[in-house]
């Protein structure tokens, strides 16, 4: 009884915990090709969950809501980059920090004018309801989250390995200035570096929204979760997130169980004093070594 | 066509202030946003619609002459500071005559204390902590201008534990959110538990947070402790959640909390999941009676709904409107602090849609709550989620209901 009962909340941690990893993930995206990062991502979660919402509400069916979800979100990270990151890195300020925060802040009170306050539903063809693997109870809602999670991380660490654009991608990231030398518009790769991070954005919230409720508040709580995660990976661990993420969710439902709920935040805020303490590169990242 | 608009915008511009000084001015204050908001609204809504009522017969006869109702309503967002910024803002008010609403017992804390202060007469609904009240027996306040429309805590924490009991269960898990309704909560229900003779044992106590979506951890420490039913104290997203992760996870076990669980919120996140659970109501959406059911038509022609959002707080809305209403009439004033002499003796029985309220209210007494609280036990009744809607759960509560108002 009771070691089925530690896995099965080990196994809904880190299903959690999955999600986490997926914005951070977005994170990682922009922070590679810019060295800057949105502190708006949570808003973006939740405005192309409200956008598919909507576009549900108007009887698309959910595979074509999808996509269109996607290319959303695609949208909004690009306008990030245009209206708050481009002109600061432009002129070696810090402003991006100020004006993405800025931008979640207008998104949030836009969505709540917009959609209203509420919590709602969001409905969806995958079945909510459990089944058994060796008397653990999972949902295929929660698993198609993690499939969604592994997907998305997947399809886009192929892209950056197996193509001409993602290969670019790559040398922006590895040294901005060799890059440009080389002919590659480091412009074009923020812009699509910002892109790919939106598009994981609204897969991050037309994944959990059915088991979060859509709200303005939905991402909140999740954003400041998914920052650390990033931190304490590394923002350059690519797939490092996965593992932090699945161990903070774990971590953090165990936590619960033992200590007691009030103790549920508890571990990530450890977690993250500790890798800033001993590695403040993250536990999977790389040294900053810089020739000149 | 346009001289018309342009005439009767004139008239509307004369006619406003005309009215203003003429009218009696009741403030409606509660959550219209946020998880609570199907409480705030459905509470407004059911205010405002006691109010056109009034004002479409003629308004209130004060002291021989018709007064109509104004209404000034305040979102606080269900958020403690909100709260007690707007009891800072009504409190300065001189020709305010009362005020109406409140969902969050916090908000209740934070804001109470300004409109005490001034003596404005404040009919608390559908606020349920006993924090609301006890504020006042416990700092010994000797004269106090706020009054409460609402199954108070005591009387629904008491409810379902004999529920419980009555089940013959004999381990029970409180889950409980860490807002201060939350809180109070718990300790009313571990109060009762102890109250009615120790026959339950808390095999777990647990705690989440608002915004919290995976119990897992909560439900299965409950499920270790070998818990036959789980109590909880909570708004409507968090228990919903509740609802489907004991779904996931099998347990089977009954759900019973606070009358919360009538929440559309909590009926619409939780689905199928939500049947069975049981929660005290002081109003059930079911035409039991031609009066009950011309407010429940009313009410869904008014707003455009098929369902009330939450029935209880719209019922408590309009009931609180006609006796306030019944107030200012014997008052014969429209001056806050007449108003309160008068709901603490109320010479005319008022009709309501919960109940024909009898003398509701008595002068207060700070060693007894129930000098300022008008439900009583006999007034609640067991509602259980059936299919999306909230139904009777006993059948005598409806027969009681239908004979008590025939008579």
């Not at chain 1, 009884?1 to 809904?12: C, G, L, P, R, T």
């Not at chain 1, 650390?228 to 971590?251: H, K, Q, T, Y």
Request: aromatic letters at 8%; proline letters at 3%.
């Amino acid at each position: 009884m009771n070691s089925i009962i530690i896995v099965q909340m080990a196994v809904s941690g880190a299903l959690m915990g999955l999600v986490y990893a997926l914005i951070a993930y977005g994170f990682q995206l922009t922070y590679a090709t810019s060295k800057s990062i949105n502190f708006g991502q949570g808003e973006l979660v939740m405005l192309s969950a409200f956008f598919s919402l909507t576009l549900l509400d108007a009887g698309l069916p959910y595979w074509l809501m999808v996509p269109g979800g996607l290319l959303f979100g695609a949208m909004m990270g690009l306008v990030v980059e245009r209206a708050c990151v481009r002109l600061s890195l432009e002129q070696k300020s810090e402003g991006w920090i100020l004006l993405t925060i800025i931008f979640g802040l207008l998104s949030f009170s836009a969505a709540e004018n917009i959609w209203g306050r509420d919590d709602r539903p969001f409905p969806s063809p995958i079945s909510a309801d459990a089944f058994n693997v060796f008397g653990i109870s999972i949902t295929p809602l929660e698993l198609s989250v993690a499939i969604g999670v592994f997907a998305v991380m997947g399809l886009i660490e192929l892209f950056k390995h197996k193509t001409l654009l993602g290969k670019a991608f790559e040398a922006v990231s590895a040294d901005r200035d060799a890059a440009e030398l080389m002919g590659i518009s480091a412009t074009r790769t923020i812009m699509l570096s910002f892109g790919l991070s939106g598009m994981v954005a609204a897969m991050a919230g037309i994944l959990i929204s059915p088991i979060t409720t859509v709200g303005p508040t939905m991402a909140s709580a999740l954003i400041l979760k998914a920052f650390s995660v990033a931190v304490v990976a590394g923002l350059d661990s690519g797939f490092g997130v996965v593992l932090i993420g699945i161990a903070l969710g774990a971590l953090e439902s165990l936590t619960s169980f033992y200590l007691g709920s009030g103790w549920r935040e508890a571990p990530g805020l450890i977690l993250l004093i500790m890798a800033l303490a001993l590695r403040p590169n993250g536990v999977f990242g790389k040294a900053n070594i810089r020739k000149v | 066509m346009k001289k018309t608009l342009i005439a009767s915008l004139l008239l509307g511009m004369f006619a406003v202030p005309a009215m203003a000084a003429d009218a009696i001015k009741i403030a409606i204050t509660g959550p219209f946003s946020g998880g609570s908001a199907p409480m705030g609204t459905s509470m407004r809504d059911g205010a405002k619609l006691a109010v056109a009522e009034i004002n479409a017969a003629g308004g209130i006869n004060v002291a021989g002459k018709k007064k109509m109702i104004e209404i000034i309503e305040r979102d606080d967002e269900g958020k403690n500071e909100r709260g007690a910024l707007i009891g800072q803002e009504l409190a300065s008010m001189s020709d305010l005559s009362g005020v109406i609403g409140s969902v969050n017992t916090g908000v209740v804390v934070a804001g109470d204390k300004h409109l005490q202060e001034k003596g404005i007469t404040k009919i608390i609904t559908p606020a349920a902590g006993s924090a609301s009240m006890n504020q006042w027996s416990k700092a010994g306040v000797k004269d106090l201008s706020i009054f409460r429309f609402a199954a108070d805590d005591a009387i629904q924490s008491a409810m379902v534990v004999e529920d419980a009991i009555s089940h013959k269960f004999t381990k029970a898990a409180i889950l409980y959110d860490s807002t201060n309704y939350g809180v109070s909560g718990h300790d009313d229900l571990v109060d009762q538990i102890k109250k009615q003779g120790n026959k339950l044992a808390v095999v777990a106590s647990e705690k989440f947070n608002i915004g919290d979506k995976d119990m897992t951890a909560q439900l299965l420490s409950a499920k270790a402790g070998g818990a036959q039913v789980i109590l909880i104290w909570g708004i409507g997203p968090e228990m919903a959640a509740v609802s489907n992760g004991m779904a996931k996870l099998g347990m089977k076990m009954p759900l019973i909390g606070g009358w919360t669980l009538s929440m559309s919120n909590y009926i619409d996140n939780a689905g199928k999941n939500g049947n069975g659970t049981l929660m005290p109501q002081t109003f059930i959406e079911e035409a039991t009676t031609p009066h009950v059911k011309s407010f429940i038509e009313g009410y869904h022609k008014a707003y455009n709904v098929t369902r009330i959002p939450s029935p209880v707080s719209a019922a408590q809305g309009y009931d609180a409107i006609y006796i306030f209403a019944a107030a200012v009439k014997q008052a014969g004033s429209d001056d806050t602090h007449k108003i309160k002499l008068a709901l603490e003796d109320l010479r005319e029985p008022v009709k309501g849609v919960i109940s024909t309220w009898k003398h509701p209210f008595s002068k207060w007494d700070p060693a007894n709550e129930l000098t300022h609280e008008a439900f009583r036990r006999a007034d609640v009744v067991m509602g259980k989620i059936q299919d999306g809607h909230v139904v009777f759960a006993e059948q005598a509560d409806r027969q009681r209901l239908i004979k008590s108002d025939s008579k």
